[in-house]
């Protein structure tokens, strides 16, 4: 009640005080029931107790328009009551105005909106300031990733939902990316009611009930692409996916319908198949004496491509989507060496509020193993294990 009296004066004073160079606000009504007072006079009982049935009047108003608003109760009432005010008199706008921001504003904070998609941001340079101060080491994902996701939220009227396919070993940023994507285009970020991941193995873990998964997928993702204008899913350890599961994924993934067109959707397939040809490019170009930042692109999505379609004959269901042409990104990941787990070691310190020196940050690279036997250049973990290693400094 506190709370809800002060957003009445508030709004109050805001109303009667309007802008300069706009036009003066009506008179109230007391005034012409009462007739003109000398300034200074004072009021008397009579006029105290106009003021004071109109004030109440105008209180119940603005506290059933933002109930209305913001917890939708007592809606009917309002637009009952609002030709009558329209017909007789009212504040000036100015106060509705700031109660639609009012409104706006707790909505930001809860979940009051029909459609569940309040909550969406879309801060495209939040996440390419995070993806430029996170993610090290990957070029490519950083600006494919940034470029695929921008492009697509600009589209007025995009024809199909954007896919992009992520590829690499363990520990290269692939999860870490998905996270980020889904903080910066959502408040609630992974808690979001238009955010859905999806772990091969932890939710479709028996082929046995690949029916019964079949048609709870479908109908999980068709409410969230129902519910929300906006939505983002994600399925870890993609390559682990059914091919019965996909045929109930793909038809969201094609070209939209009329009925569809105002629908977005994203979809993260991330996998760990395709990592070994990621490295071994990698791999040549160091022995080339050429930096990592100069891997091309076409060169490691053709590469990529080849093997998935390749592995189709293995029964790698998420080749179909590449023969489909469904796939719009193919991000590869690339390994990570000595200097990025520094870089790493260096987040989780400062994530956890810790001190740190080189020399720390060195032992917690040291910590971990690194391949090829011979050149040791990198990291078969990534920088998946280091927040652990840092438990290893705490007092």
């Not at 939209?256 to 990592?275: C, E, M, P, V, W």
């Not at 692109?297 to 592995?311: H, N, S, T, V």
Request: charged share 20%.
């Amino acid at each position: 009640r506190g709370l809800g009296c002060f957003v009445l004066v508030l709004l109050l004073l805001l109303g009667g005080s309007g802008s300069p160079g706009t036009t003066p606000p009506p008179r109230p009504p007391w005034a012409e029931e009462q007739g003109a007072v000398p300034e200074g006079a004072p009021w008397g009982r009579v006029r105290y107790e106009a003021v004071k049935k109109h004030l109440g009047a105008l209180s119940k108003h603005y506290w059933q328009y933002l109930a209305c608003k913001v917890w939708q109760e007592g809606c009917e009432e309002e637009e009952k009551q609002q030709g009558e005010r329209e017909a007789s008199w009212g504040f000036p706008l100015v106060g509705q105005d700031y109660l639609e921001i009012l409104s706006a504003w707790y909505c930001s904070f809860g979940k009051c909106c029909e459609t569940g998609d309040c909550r969406i941001i879309n801060n495209i340079t939040g996440l390419e300031a995070e993806l430029n101060g996170q993610l090290h080491g990957q070029h490519l994902a950083k600006d494919v990733v940034l470029r695929a996701v921008q492009g697509f939220l600009q589209s007025p009227r995009p024809p199909k939902a954007l896919v992009l396919s992520f590829h690499g070993w363990s520990g290269t940023g692939k999860n870490f990316v998905a996270r980020m994507v889904a903080t910066h285009l959502y408040r609630d970020g992974l808690r979001s009611d238009c955010v859905r991941v999806f772990v091969s193995l932890l939710h479709f873990p028996h082929h046995n009930y690949v029916d019964s998964y079949k048609a709870q997928l479908q109908r999980q993702i068709s409410e969230t692409l129902q519910r929300c204008r906006q939505a983002l899913l994600i399925f870890d350890e993609a390559e682990k996916l059914h091919s019965n599961l996909l045929d109930a994924i793909t038809p969201f993934m094609a070209q939209h319908t009329n009925k569809a067109d105002q629908q977005r959707s994203i979809f993260l397939f991330l996998s760990n198949l395709g990592g070994n040809t990621i490295n071994e490019v990698a791999l040549d170009f160091w022995r080339a004496g050429r930096a990592r930042e100069e891997i091309p692109l076409e060169l490691l999505e053709q590469r990529l491509r080849l093997e998935l379609l390749e592995a189709a004959e293995n029964s790698y269901a998420h080749s179909q989507l590449l023969r489909e042409n469904l796939i719009d990104f193919v991000v590869p990941f690339l390994p990570l060496e000595y200097q990025h787990v520094k870089l790493c070691a260096r987040d989780a310190f400062l994530a956890r509020g810790l001190p740190y020196t080189e020399a720390m940050l060195d032992q917690v690279a040291q910590m971990m193993v690194f391949v090829p036997k011979e050149e040791k250049l990198f990291s078969a973990q990534g920088c998946k294990s280091v927040p652990q290693r840092i438990n290893y400094f705490l007092p």
